[in-house]
């Protein structure tokens, strides 16, 4: 850990963007040190009403803000429930503090959902020194799905937060868009379609999920990665990655 003013200020000068991961007061100190120095910051896994109430009176252009599905979809009586299971860093909080990152998103505050995919095993996670961390890949959509369909936010909204903004705050060359000459990522969706979440049955190898049993409404039922299919109907194909290509 970094905590000598200079060499944040140095680290935040030699970088284009600066990732934090910032809670309390330290939210403060890293806009400060990203104002001071004109750099963009990105802000990971905002989780308490204070740091919104923050960043509302002093975000401007250049600073980004991101939150998860387990700080959207879960609180701290979900820590009492699960234990180590819904153990995270960020710590799950209040409603009070899930309602406030609902109205960032409304707000526009918000600019990106991310997951904080952290995909422990289950030996880990009974152990005595339990790590911190979910795993998130595989529910994320379905969560925004069901929120759509519960009228808590827009397909747009999920589109922008989940795809088309990371694409341009990172300045992903050919993703975010469904246009000539960009990459045919797709995923289509089934709004409609109805399932539990269920521990056997997720890909994710550490074989758990903090979200096992909830029923959800909206999947993903095909994903196409650059225009080709590697996930239909339950079924995986193997694909060939390529690297991620930034625009300068």
Same mark, same amino acid.
């Given at each position: 850990?970094?905590?000598?003013?200079?060499?944040?200020? +140095?680290?935040?000068?030699?970088?284009?963007?600066?990732?934090?991961?910032?809670?309390?007061?330290?939210?403060?100190?890293?806009?400060?040190?990203?104002?001071?120095?004109?750099?963009?910051?990105?802000?990971?896994?905002?989780?308490?009403?204070?740091?919104?109430?923050?960043?509302?009176?002093?975000?401007?252009?250049?600073?980004?803000?991101?939150?998860?599905?387990?700080?959207?979809?879960?609180?701290?009586?979900?820590?009492?429930?699960?234990?180590?299971?819904?153990?995270?860093?960020?710590?799950?909080?209040?409603?009070?503090?899930?309602?406030?990152?609902?109205?960032?998103?409304?707000?526009?505050?918000?600019?990106?959902?991310?997951?904080?995919?952290?995909?422990?095993?289950?030996?880990?996670?009974?152990?005595?020194?339990?790590?911190?961390?979910?795993?998130?890949?595989?529910?994320?959509?379905?969560?925004?799905?069901?929120?759509?369909?519960?009228?808590?936010?827009?397909?747009?909204?999920?589109?922008?937060?989940?795809?088309?903004?990371?694409?341009?705050?990172?300045?992903?060359?050919?993703?975010?868009?469904?246009?000539?000459?960009?990459?045919?990522?797709?995923?289509?969706? +089934?709004?409609?379609?109805?399932?539990?979440?269920?521990?056997?049955?997720?890909?994710?190898?550490?074989?758990?999920?903090?979200?096992?049993?909830?029923?959800?409404?909206?999947?993903?039922?095909?994903?196409?990665?650059?225009?080709?299919?590697?996930?239909?109907?339950?079924?995986?194909?193997?694909?060939?990655?390529?690297?991620?290509?930034?625009?300068?």
């Amino acid at each position: 850990m970094v905590t000598d003013s200079s060499a944040i200020e +140095d680290i935040f000068y030699a970088s284009k963007m600066v990732a934090v991961h910032a809670e309390g007061v330290k939210v403060g100190e890293a806009v400060h040190y990203a104002k001071k120095t004109q750099r963009n910051l990105y802000l990971c896994h905002i989780s308490l009403r204070e740091e919104i109430e923050f960043i509302r009176e002093n975000k401007e252009k250049g600073i980004y803000v991101e939150v998860t599905p387990h700080h959207l979809f879960l609180t701290e009586k979900d820590y009492e429930k699960q234990g180590a299971f819904a153990k995270m860093i960020p710590s799950l909080k209040t409603k009070d503090d899930q309602d406030s990152l609902w109205e960032a998103i409304e707000e526009g505050i918000v600019d990106t959902i991310g997951t904080d995919h952290a995909p422990h095993t289950m030996q880990e996670k009974y152990g005595k020194e339990p790590p911190a961390g979910v795993p998130g890949e595989e529910t994320a959509l379905p969560l925004l799905l069901d929120a759509v369909n519960k009228s808590l936010i827009s397909l747009k909204k999920v589109v922008e937060l989940t795809s088309k903004n990371p694409a341009r705050i990172f300045r992903i060359k050919g993703k975010g868009e469904i246009s000539p000459g960009y990459d045919a990522d797709l995923t289509i969706i +089934d709004m409609n379609l109805e399932k539990k979440v269920n521990n056997e049955e997720l890909n994710t190898k550490c074989k758990w999920s903090p979200f096992n049993g909830y029923t959800l409404r909206g999947w993903p039922v095909t994903t196409i990665v650059g225009g080709r299919i590697v996930y239909n109907h339950g079924k995986i194909y193997k694909n060939q990655g390529r690297e991620v290509i930034f625009r300068g």
